[in-house]
């Protein structure tokens, strides 16, 4: 799977994520921190590449007008944060656990709302 990680993860999550077999960048790596998130979705449609975001209220409402445009959608993962470990390098691993996890039960995910377990 290609995936987008949003600011708000540890970079380190994007290299196991690679580890783990999967093509993943963060926002950091392509030197969009602080870009629009309007952006930040228009790149990974680009690059089709799943994102992965704490950012609920803004994504969802990129994918409602994107879809009522009908532009290009990805799918889009919520996470939240809180349910992580506290610290880079816990969250970065178990961020990237779930996601590998999330992985095998959506092969071929929907372009669109997804919520991380």
């Known amino acids: 799977m290609r995936f987008l990680l949003d600011e708000m993860f540890p970079v380190a999550a994007a290299a196991e994520l690679r580890s783990a077999g999967h093509d993943?960048?963060?926002?950091?790596?392509?030197?969009?921190?602080?870009?629009?998130?309007?952006?930040?979705?228009?790149?990974?449609a680009t690059d089709d590449r799943v994102?992965?975001?704490?950012?609920?209220?803004?994504?969802?409402?990129?994918?409602?007008?994107?879809?009522?445009?009908?532009?290009?959608?990805?799918?889009?993962?919520?996470?939240r944060k809180s349910s992580l470990p506290k610290g880079a390098r816990r969250m970065s691993h178990a961020l990237?656990?779930?996601l590998v996890r999330w992985c095998e039960k959506n092969p071929e995910p929907y372009r669109h709302a997804h919520w991380l377990d």
């Open 24 to 44: 993943a960048t963060s926002v950091a790596d392509l030197d969009l921190v602080a870009t629009p998130d309007a952006e930040i979705f228009g790149r990974a």
């Open 51 to 79: 994102i992965v975001t704490e950012n609920f209220q803004d994504f969802a409402t990129l994918l409602e007008l994107r879809s009522t445009r009908e532009e290009r959608l990805v799918p889009v993962v919520f996470v």
């Open 96 to 98: 990237a656990d779930r």
